[in-house]
């Protein structure tokens, strides 16, 4: 010891020469200081006070509820979701039919029960290379329908089932349970009702009735086969069901039937999927139309699915199948309660970092007060986001940036923590002695000790301030630049966790002050009966003789570790820092860049072999059930029930989104028509149907021919029920048109209210965001004005069923919409279509959402890194000075990132919905502990590499290390997350923070052993120097480097000798 002492006693240091301004900050900081020691009780209670009124205020202005939908993830700026947007906000302000207003339904007349407006999806399936098309399985399937359609109670099944309107009888599922038990027609062979009311399977073979359902024929002159038939007296083949390859593929798996629909070939007729649907229909009894108290209806049929789980247990597993029961409500409240338990952990996280946070600073009264401002900065950032974006229901995604901020909250208080305890070590009294901490209250107060502690918390506070300010201002950078996306829910998360960043920084270093001197004049002095002998031996501690007859040279010294100190009285962490891992790094500093720098070359390979996703996003585990569910829908059967559509639409333009605030779904743009649409144009109509034609024959992305075109409706309406010839009269065209819409409510019902003068019709993001997830019916292709005397049109749709699933990933629709678009454009520049002006043709499509989201968020994560970490270097350069500190600080970061990319590629993840959220906090997190000790390695008086890195190890290495900790710890415990965004946030935050250490302690530190500064250098004044062509002189950016050459060459000597002998 007594050799390394004298080393130390030869080691130059710097003296730096403040500039003005920061004389005039010290003296400020000094001000503040002291009033924290003089009033710290008054001060914490104060400043507490005003951050509960502040967050009182944020909830009382804005009452918090959080947003489950999807609506803030739309990117309503894009041209995509301004085409969505401008489909559903169009059907807002028109009509279908423009004879009644479009809440007046009382004009239409509904039978009870037969508007289908909700349903309940039974799946079945058995393992792969099975087949659920048994007999015994097909009664099970059966069974289960039945024991649905005997529920009992209140209501019954009867009092919501759906019902045909010329029927009082319940209608039968959709499924093909109803051909198996088929009820015979006396008096015609082989011809069956599809009824299901069989009370067994009166066929010998199932494959017949399967075979009979696809096979393509005349029923009534090929009999080979069973037919199914609603019979007639005297016609045994009236209404027959008509067979074709496709005509049960929702029901069946993608491998059933005909290969390539192909009748010629022998067809696979088994299946490990099926399904059947059963609807509930509107108005029940006792209330007027669909629409009369419409929330109302739709809870009384939720009742009756609610039970329905219960009603099908004893069927569980029956003969090996496996039923999953789908709907809505069941739906909704089976993710609700999982959102609920994931974001419980939040809790978790707390208690996890808050113990942690007690361990590290050894008091529950610190780590407690610590916690709260870390908490608090969450409602003081929710009311300045809202006052300054008003976006409506907490998102999600904003919740988990308590999950960041717990760590960056953390981190902020073990710096100045931990800087206080080194105080002790570092800051002379005022008669140049080193001090302890009093023993007592009363020795607390004396003049000489408040005096002291004054000069510990201004150096406290000057060390650890600037430390926490760089790494705020570009940790919060990081996060803001993701308001550079289009999405708004990620632009919000930029915003919201940049605030709460800033608001924690500004409460830990205005409040969190007044807690550490409180604890240390107050609460550490109080001994309770339980722990008395143990407080008692605490202090008694004892200064050392040697130590207490040091003679310090200055008031204050900010040499870390002088020849005044005895490095054995710091903590264990920091003793090892200093006589172990420094030494260690600077010995073997080449090798850890030669490794560090072979990862990263690895790290760039694999980085740049991920990939989009191909697949759907997966909300839950591959394990789950529902998960399950949802899988075989998007990939195992033939065909989904809800077909994914293409809406081509006629008289309208772009929505405006001038004044708009497009971070609130809840504000609507402004609906804009198409001036040039009109009706009454030369060959409107005969034009209108000739596009229809055209659609109908490019099959690759539609569906079997299914286009739904209103020209062609109003055209039979016209020809058979008028008995008129197509096309009518140019003026009689609207009159007649409206007439249509009229006829087809008598006979359909009405068209859906959504016009906002209801509860069932609320025009709000949520209702918005269901409707654009509805099929389009007759209903939405032909829209009339509002409040006109005389019916006018305003736009109409053509209605395209395409081939796609309604789960699709982005590279299956984006053929699609490359198709469409192109298609569009040449209709567009058609002479006929512009003569009968339907050349303003615009497409959208809710799928088309998806495609431009998985686009938007793949550019935003790659854009989003590259911003960040360009303005994390401009932030590190502006406030260090040191360009070489800076490029090394930005390639530590740089690895961090292409770290974790690539053991995304290693571990199989390809870039979805989920990981492009997750890339939008990487810069944001991987930026801290560098610029930790990059700032501390700047700070330090030392003039050899060795001594500065060693320096920034134990000035800050303790704090870093702590934090990594606490922050792992808080991602940590998402990995118990059921829902996979949840699970993946969590390894995201666990892995960003294991790498941004790892490069942080080991490439950092060992770049800065080999090229960082030996002095402290103010590069800005150094170019304006040569800009201007002014001498340099020795003193750099306010540092005295006047020591003789020789004496620093005998110091680097010394210094290496030193590191050989410690490491050796």
């Known amino acids: 010891m007594a050799s390394d002492l004298a080393i130390e006693e030869n080691t130059p240091t710097n003296e730096r020469v403040q500039s003005k301004f920061k004389q005039w900050v010290n003296k400020k900081i000094h001000w503040y200081c002291r009033g924290v020691i003089a009033h710290p009780r008054m001060g914490t209670s104060i400043l507490l006070l005003l951050t509960f009124v502040l967050s009182g205020i944020a909830f009382v202005v804005y009452p918090f509820d959080i947003d489950t939908t999807v609506t803030t993830f739309i990117p309503r700026t894009s041209r995509i979701g301004k085409l969505e947007e401008t489909r559903i906000l169009a059907e807002e302000i028109t009509r279908f039919n423009p004879f009644r207003a479009p809440s007046n339904t009382s004009s239409v007349i509904v039978p009870q029960q037969t508007d289908e407006d909700y349903y309940l999806q039974l799946l079945f399936s058995v393992p792969h290379g099975d087949n659920v098309f048994t007999r015994g399985r097909i009664t099970a399937m059966h069974n289960m329908e039945l024991a649905i359609r005997a529920m009992q109670g209140d209501p019954s099944f009867t009092q919501v089932c759906a019902r045909a309107r010329d029927s009082t009888e319940c209608s039968q599922p959709q499924s093909v349970t109803r051909f198996f038990f088929a009820s015979e027609i006396d008096g015609c062979p082989n011809v069956y009702r599809p009824d299901g009311n069989n009370t067994d399977i009166p066929f010998a073979s199932v494959d017949d009735v399967l075979l009979a359902l696809i096979t393509p024929r005349n029923v009534s002159a090929n009999t080979s086969l069973p037919a199914f038939c609603y019979s007639t007296a005297g016609d045994c083949y009236a209404n027959c069901f008509d067979p074709s390859p496709s005509a049960i593929d929702f029901a069946v798996a993608d491998t059933f039937g005909f290969p390539d629909n192909n009748a010629s070939l022998t067809p696979d007729l088994t299946s490990h999927v099926s399904t059947s649907l059963t609807f509930f229909g509107l108005p029940l009894a006792g209330f007027k139309s669909p629409d009369d108290r419409y929330d109302e209806q739709i809870s009384i049929i939720e009742s009756f699915v609610k039970r329905v789980p219960s009603t099908l247990r004893p069927f569980k597993k029956a003969e090996g199948l496996t039923t999953t029961i789908l709907s809505g409500v069941l739906i909704d409240d089976y993710f609700w309660n999982l959102i609920i338990t994931d974001t419980a952990l939040v809790s978790v996280s707390v208690v996890v970092v808050y113990l942690y946070m007690a361990f590290h600073v050894n008091s529950f009264f610190i780590s407690g007060m610590g916690m709260l401002h870390v908490l608090v900065s969450f409602p003081i950032a929710f009311l ?478 790659i854009v989003g890194i590259a911003a960040s970490l360009s303005l994390a270097f401009v932030i590190i350069i502006v406030m260090t000075r040191d360009i070489t500190l800076s490029v090394m600080s930005i390639i530590s970061i740089g690895g961090v990132v292409v770290s974790l990319i690539a053991l995304m590629v290693m571990l199989g993840w390809t870039l979805g919905l989920i990981e492009s959220v997750c890339l939008t906090i990487l810069v944001g997190l991987s930026v801290d502990y560098v610029i930790h000790l990059a700032n501390a390695y700047r700070e330090s008086h030392e003039v050899t590499r060795f001594s500065r890195v060693r320096d920034a190890l134990v000035m800050m290495g303790i704090s870093v290390l702590s934090a990594s900790i606490t922050t792992f710890l808080a991602g940590f415990v998402l990995f118990f997350g059921y829902i996979t965004f949840f699970f993946k946030f969590g390894v995201f935050i666990a892995l960003t923070i294991f790498f941004a250490a790892i490069w942080a302690f080991g490439f950092f530190m060992s770049l800065a052993a080999i090229a960082g500064n030996k002095e402290y250098v103010d590069d800005f004044v150094r170019l304006w120097r040569v800009l201007t062509c002014k001498p340099q002189a020795l003193k750099l950016g306010g540092v005295n480097t006047t020591t003789p050459a020789t004496e620093m060459d005998r110091h680097n000597g010394i210094t290496e000798t030193k590191v050989a002998v410690m490491s050796g």
């Open 384 to 861: 300045f986001t809202q006052a300054a974006m008003d976006f409506g229901a907490m998102g999600i995604l904003n919740l988990m940036s308590l999950f960041i901020i717990l760590g960056i909250g953390a981190d902020d208080v073990f710096i100045f923590v931990d800087a206080w305890r080194q105080s002790e070590l570092e800051v002379p009294g005022p008669d140049g002695r080193l001090r302890r901490n009093a023993p007592s209250r009363d020795a607390e107060i004396t003049e000489d000790n408040l005096q002291w502690l004054t000069e510990r918390l201004v150096w406290t506070y000057t060390r650890s301030s600037e430390a926490m300010l760089i790494t705020s201002l570009t940790t919060g950078a990081a996060f803001v630049m993701n308001l550079s996306s289009s999405v708004p829910a990620i632009q919000i998360f930029g915003a919201f966790t940049g605030l709460m960043i800033l608001f924690n920084f500004i409460l830990v270093i205005t409040y969190f002050p007044f807690v550490v001197v409180t604890h240390h004049c107050f609460i550490r002095h109080i001994h309770y009966p339980c722990c008395r002998r143990c407080c008692s031996k605490t202090n008694r501690t004892k200064l050392p003789a040697s130590a207490t007859q040091t003679q310090l040279d200055g008031v204050t010294s900010n040499k870390l570790v002088g020849k005044h100190h005895n490095i054995n009285e710091y903590r264990a962490l920091e003793r090892f820092f200093y006589k172990s891992y420094a030494p260690f790094i600077c010995k073997r500093r080449w090798h850890l860049v030669a490794v560090f720098a072979i990862w990263f070359g690895v790290s760039i390979y694999f980085a740049s072999e991920l990939k989009a996703a191909t697949e759907p996003t997966q909300w839950l585990p591959s394990r789950d059930k529902l998960q399950q569910a949802f899988d075989m829908l998007n990939s195992d059967f033939a065909r989904t029930d809800l077909v994914p559509q293409i809406v081509v639409m006629y008289g309208l333009e772009v929505v405006d989104l001038s004044g708009v605030n497009p971070y609130n779904p809840n504000d609507p743009a402004r609906v804009v028509f198409d001036s040039g649409f009109d009706p009454t144009a030369p060959n409107f109509q005969e034009t209108f149907i000739s596009i229809c034609e055209r659609f109908r024959e490019e099959g690759e992305f539609v569906l079997e021919e299914e286009i739904l075109c209103p020209m062609e409706l109003f055209r039979d309406y016209v020809t058979n029920e008028l008995g008129m010839a197509f096309p009518v009269p140019r003026d009689d065209f609207v009159p007649l048109l409206a007439n249509f819409t009229r006829y087809y409510e008598d006979n359909n019902g009405p068209a859906p209210d959504v016009s906002g003068d209801v509860s069932s019709s609320e025009q709000d993001a949520v209702t918005r965001d269901e409707r654009s997830w509805q099929q389009v019916e007759v209903y939405q292709t032909i829209r009339f004005h509002l409040d006109t005397e005389e019916p006018e049109l305003a736009y109409m749709f053509i209605i395209v069923n395409t081939t796609l699933n309604t789960f699709s990933a982005g590279k299956d629709i984006r053929p699609a919409y490359e198709f469409w678009d192109h298609m569009l454009d040449m209709e567009n520049a058609r002479a006929d279509n512009i003569e009968a002006t339907l050349d303003g043709a615009l497409q959208t499509a809710d799928l088309y959402i998806d495609l431009h989201l998985e686009d938007t968020l793949l550019r935003a994560a």
